[in-house]
């Protein structure tokens, strides 16, 4: 088996690849608002592997975390006389923010499809945001600036099966949502069975809750400490508004 820096060594050819292909994804008006930090670093690999409790992070071949950056472009207004904390800079509020995000997990999802089609395998890492203030510090993250999702990217070595699908009738609908909430979760229980059935290679000993248990157990879990509005608050944005 090969040690983490020669498979971060192997990978290293693809980086370029894959870096170009993020920056070709749509930016909403063209404002380029999202930035993405390479972890090149082992200690700040196991920091981040703490914040996710998940210690393969650590020894992830490529890592990137995906920011909102509004921070470059509050410099760039700055230069042409607009100052960022007053009111006139709009690129701290609400509606900035959730483009600034669509944006970069747009960026994030086009280097994920394209390392797969390179053979790589990937992890969409929303664990980093266990702690967010910690992952803001250790990344030195500035003001109007704030973590998305991270990506690590390696050489698959399990090849699992393909998790189940949703019914498409349950997921795609035409013209309106449907006036009929039960029509639309007719097919659950076949679709519970067939997500009971498969076998998570991460937990192969056990099979998969069904879909309907999994929604109820995650909407009762307390993600208080994931708020945003006042983490959100201490890097410059005003997402009340
Ligand atoms: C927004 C988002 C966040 C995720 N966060 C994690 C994570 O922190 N850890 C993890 O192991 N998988 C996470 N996943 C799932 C993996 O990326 C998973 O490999 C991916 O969804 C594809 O596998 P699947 O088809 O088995 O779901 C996340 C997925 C998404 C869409």
């Known amino acids: 088996m090969s040690s983490p820096n020669q498979s971060a060594q192997n990978l290293g050819r693809y980086r370029a690849t894959l870096e170009t292909v993020a920056q070709h994804a749509a930016s909403s008006q063209f404002l380029n608002d999202w930035s993405a930090i390479r972890i090149t670093d082992p200690a700040i690999k196991a920091k981040l592997a703490e914040f996710g409790h998940q210690p393969y992070i650590a020894t992830a071949p490529l890592l990137y975390v995906f920011v909102i950056d509004e921070h470059r472009n509050a410099r760039i207004a700055e ?69 998305v999702l991270g990506l690590a990217i390696g050489k698959p070595d399990q090849n699992p099966t393909v998790k189940p699908r949703m019914p498409h009738t349950m997921q795609f ?28 290679l991460r937990q192969a000993d056990r099979p998969v809750d069904a879909f309907s248990d999994q929604v109820a157990t995650i909407s009762r879990q307390d993600v208080s400490h994931q708020t945003l509005l006042d983490k959100a608050a201490a890097q410059g944005f005003r997402l009340d508004q």
């Open 79 to 147: 230069r042409k006389g607009i100052d960022p904390a007053s009111d006139e800079f709009h690129l701290k509020y609400s509606y900035r923010f959730t483009q600034a995000q669509n944006d970069a997990v747009l960026a994030l999802h086009a280097m994920e499809t394209a390392a797969y089609s390179l053979g790589l395998g990937c992890v969409i890492l929303g664990s980093l945001l266990n702690n967010i203030p910690g992952l803001i510090d250790v990344l030195n993250l500035p003001e109007y600036t704030y973590p």
């Open 173 to 200: 609908f035409e013209n309106t949502y449907p006036a009929d909430a039960d029509g639309v979760l007719d097919q659950l229980s076949a679709f519970d069975e067939e997500v009971h059935r498969y076998y998570d």
